[in-house]
């Protein structure tokens, strides 16, 4: 068992290379950079001067490979960059929403596993009757729907019908466990649904 998840690890290495190189060259052939991102629908407000030395600053003026080397140098030193809309560093704001993705994660799969059990022994009790039938197609629809079209439905079925949506401003659960369980208790549940 020890041997295998070596393995595993070792094998994600290269895997996680290639992907980050796949996505960096992606986005560099995607036409505009994060400059014209910047700039938005105002670029005459900005001289090619400016432009040229934000660029040059950004490091986006040299060759690809060499924007790769640094980025995965910075990256390998804990430096992600700066949010090119919110200007300020991606290791901070990964800090500030690594624990609420935790929360949701362990929430979702305390419900998947929960339900996922429960589903399973009542489907096995009553194989091949109407019971079994249903929630075989719950399973395959859980399986079957992207997580973001059952979240669509969901939010306009509880805003069209009772009127309700959760909190949109993020309460600490240690503060206030209801509000924060009441905002959390819907994306944790269609994330349950697709993994039960």
Not at 61 to 72: A, N
Not at 131 to 159: H, K, Q
Not at 165 to 183: T, V
């Amino acid at each position: 068992m020890t041997n295998y998840i070596l393995r595993r690890l070792i094998l994600a290495i290269p895997t996680i290379f290639g992907v980050s190189i796949i996505i960096f060259v992606i986005m560099r052939l995607v036409p505009g950079d994060a400059v014209d991102t910047m700039i938005g629908d105002n670029p005459q407000f900005w001289t090619p001067e400016f432009l040229a030395e934000v660029r040059r600053s950004m490091g986006l003026d040299k060759p690809i490979h060499e924007q790769y080397l640094i980025w995965v140098g910075n990256a390998l030193k804990g430096d992600l960059g700066l949010s090119y809309w919110q200007r300020r560093p991606v290791t901070n704001m990964l800090k500030a929403r690594f624990p609420r993705s935790i929360e949701l994660a362990f929430m979702a799969a305390s419900i998947a596993f929960t339900f996922g059990v429960i589903l399973g022994v009542l489907s096995a009790v009553k194989q091949d009757t109407w019971v079994d039938y249903v929630l075989r197609v719950w399973s395959i629809g859980g399986l079957s729907l992207p997580s973001f079209f059952t979240a669509t439905v969901l939010i306009y079925t509880m805003l069209r019908i009772f009127h309700w949506i959760p909190p949109l401003e993020y309460e600490d659960l240690w503060k206030d466990p209801i509000a924060n369980l009441s905002q959390f208790i819907w994306p944790a549940l269609i994330l349950s649904y697709s993994a039960s």
